[in-house]
């Protein structure tokens, strides 16, 4: 009795940890775009609506500075990524884990040059990693929150001018 009831913890514990088949196929498309430094897929997997197209630029720019070889080390490539679900990151930042004003800058409204940004979706879901290497040494890592967009696709987010 005692197998099966540790067995089929083990599967409930196991499913939990598990991410949401949405969230396997966001990031592995990510994956996929950064191994073949596809800014296309980066731009296809981005919610545009809302942002003036400088901010969309200035977003999809930064990507592709990151997969160019303009790059200041060009010997960068992709490593891996990690999904953090939005409780986990909240969890992170109770046990001081995560910096709550790292996440704040990400996800909250801005204020540059006296107008406010905020990001153009709004259900946040939690945040993607994404890892590099420089000649096949760790070489630091970005974070990027992702959203839930209108249509329930998971997309990553650009900032828009705030009204009113």
Known sequence: MKIIITLLLFCVTSFA????PEIDEFLDSVSEACKKKDIEEIRSLTYTEGSHPILIDYFIANWEFRFSKKHPA???SFD???FMPLQEAKKRVEDQILNPRALAFM???QIR???TYTPNLS???GYITINWLNEGRPAGSNMHPVYRAPDGSLKFS???????
């Open 113 to 115: 040059n006296g107008s």
């Open 17 to 20: 940890l598990a991410n949401p």
């Open 74 to 76: 060009d010997t960068y």
């Open 123 to 125: 259900e946040l879901v």
């Open 158 to 164: 650009t900032p828009m001018l705030k009204r009113g």
């Open 107 to 109: 996800t909250e409204p």
């Open 80 to 82: 891996s990524l990690s």
